[in-house]
């Protein structure tokens, strides 16, 4: 059974920094992995999307990479601000159709 | 291009009672997915439709839950009857290819069982 581990559940930078996000998962023979941001009340927003022949993806600020290998997984995001305060959840695709979260990490960015 | 549109927003119901949620996917998104999310965790998958078959509905609680994908387009997710442990966010998704771009999600219906 996969399991995905995002470490810390919490983090607090200050405006401008760059921060990264952890995501572990323990069957590397995924499908594909997804990044999603969800504010408070809302719904996930999709952000970014590797496919499992990927090694990274980029938007803007965010930078997503994989390594399967390692089961490993890393969003990056450069200067951050205050509208990045969210909570930052990956889900991994073990198969077509068939994807495990994590619990998410929230990020608050103080101005 | 309109996205996941999930109703109603919010309910409150006593426990015991009947409820429904409905799910209206992107157009054209073969693949439709009901998903639970309780406070601080990640969504977990109720149940997956490919156009109007459900595919997996392994984790489902078929004693109280039920749902339906008539036409191979909008859903409707039950819960009957209800009970305090179901008090959480329900998501709905869609994609085109299972898996293969990803989820849209909608914006969720908050259930409060009092």
């Known amino acids: 059974k996969q399991e995905v581990t995002q470490i810390p559940a919490a983090l607090s930078v200050p405006e401008g920094e760059n921060l990264v996000l952890n995501c572990s998962f323990t069957?590397?023979?995924?499908?594909?992995l997804q990044w999603f941001r969800q504010d408070p009340g809302k719904g996930l927003t999709s952000l970014l999307l590797i496919q499992s022949s990927q090694r990274e993806q980029t938007s803007g600020r965010l930078n997503a990479s994989l390594d399967k290998s390692s089961g490993r997984s890393t969003l990056y995001i450069a200067a951050s601000q205050p509208g990045d305060s969210a909570t930052y959840l990956c889900?991994?695709?073990?198969?077509?159709?068939?994807?495990?979260f994590g619990d998410g990490t929230t990020l608050t960015v103080k101005p | 291009e309109a996205g996941v549109v999930q109703s109603p927003r919010y309910k409150i119901i006593e426990k015991k009672q009947p409820v429904a949620f409905w799910c209206n996917p992107i157009?054209?998104?073969?693949?439709l997915y009901w998903y639970r999310q309780n406070l601080g965790q990640g969504p977990e998958l109720l149940i997956r439709?490919?156009?109007?078959?459900?595919?997996?509905d392994s984790q489902l609680p078929k004693d109280r839950f039920s749902a339906e994908r008539l036409k191979g387009v909008d859903s409707t997710l039950k819960i009957q009857p209800a009970e305090l442990g179901d008090s959480a966010v329900y998501l709905c998704?869609?994609?085109?290819?299972?898996?293969?771009?990803?989820?849209?999600f909608g914006s969720g219906t908050r259930l409060t069982v009092v």
């Open positions: 439709y490919e156009n109007e078959e459900a595919v997996d």
């Open positions: 157009s054209g998104h073969n693949t």
């Open positions: 069957d590397s023979a995924i499908y594909n």
């Open positions: 889900a991994v695709g073990a198969n077509a159709g068939k994807s495990t």
């Open positions: 998704a869609s994609s085109l290819v299972p898996g293969a771009g990803g989820y849209t």
